[in-house]
């Protein structure tokens, strides 16, 4: 009897030594910070923000959501009304690679493994050289199950975010994504 008990418990330790190991390996995503600052923990709750829209490109699909400052000045007319964002806006954008849903009678295509997380806030105070807002990327690694910041230096979110791309659509307040009528 004590012999097979024995090998039970070496069974049962180890199992609990590998749950915990990666536990203690999972990544805090609190501490993540992009190279411009832009930290995860400023975006804390963004799963159960509300949809702003949807988009794809030729390999992923993306959901933008938008926190509760964000909507309600969507819903105010802005930016269609010439009014900027206030100060508090948040975005994020979540980047899936896409596959076909093979349960589905129609062509139709999905979120498959999470490619990256983007987000974008609005602080003029603090990101007074990138139109007031704050950029930041992490790229996810599904095999590590960790997220890194994008970008090669600070400058990121500055001169890549806003000089190539955000810059472009000042007319809007820097934000690509409209508000569609739902």
Same mark, same amino acid.
């Given at each position: 009897?004590q012999?097979?008990?024995i090998?039970?418990?070496?069974?049962?330790?180890?199992?609990?030594?590998?749950?915990?190991?990666?536990?203690?390996?999972?990544?805090?995503?609190?501490?993540?910070?992009?190279? /411009?600052?832009?930290? +995860?923990?400023?975006?804390? !709750? @963004?799963?159960?923000? *509300?949809?702003?829209?949807?988009?794809?490109? $030729?390999?992923?699909?993306?959901?933008?959501?938008?926190?509760?400052?964000?909507?309600?000045?969507?819903?105010?007319?802005?930016?269609?009304?010439?009014?900027?964002?206030?100060?508090?806006?948040?975005?994020?954008?979540?980047?899936?690679?896409?596959k076909?849903?093979?349960?589905?009678?129609?062509?139709?295509?999905?979120?498959?493994?999470?490619?990256?997380?983007?987000?974008?806030?609005? /602080?003029?105070?603090? +990101?007074?050289?990138s139109? !007031? @807002?704050?950029?930041? *990327?992490?790229?996810?690694?599904?095999?590590? $199950?960790?997220?890194?910041?994008?970008?090669?230096?600070?400058?990121?979110?500055?001169?890549?975010?806003?000089?190539?791309?955000?810059?472009?659509?000042?007319?809007?307040?820097?934000?690509?994504?409209?508000?569609?009528?739902?």
């Open positions: 009897m012999i097979k008990r090998p039970m418990f070496l069974i049962v330790a180890v199992s609990l030594s590998i749950v915990g190991g990666v536990a203690l390996a999972q990544q805090d995503r609190d501490k993540l910070k992009a190279l /411009d600052g832009v930290s +995860f923990s400023e975006f804390k !709750g @963004y799963e159960d923000w *509300q949809d702003v829209a949807v988009s794809r490109t $030729g390999g992923d699909v993306k959901a933008i959501l938008g926190n509760s400052v964000a909507i309600k000045a969507y819903r105010e007319g802005i930016p269609a009304n010439g009014k900027p964002f206030p100060d508090g806006a948040k975005w994020v954008k979540i980047e899936w690679f896409k076909p849903n093979p349960l589905s009678p129609y062509p139709v295509e999905v979120p498959d493994k999470l490619q990256a997380l983007s987000f974008i806030e609005k /602080d003029s105070k603090r +990101f007074p050289d139109g !007031g @807002y704050g950029y930041a *990327q992490f790229d996810y690694d599904a095999k590590a $199950g960790t997220f890194t910041p994008y970008g090669k230096d600070a400058s990121f979110g500055t001169s890549y975010c806003y000089g190539m791309c955000h810059s472009k659509v000042k007319t809007t307040d820097y934000i690509f994504t409209a508000y569609p009528f739902r």
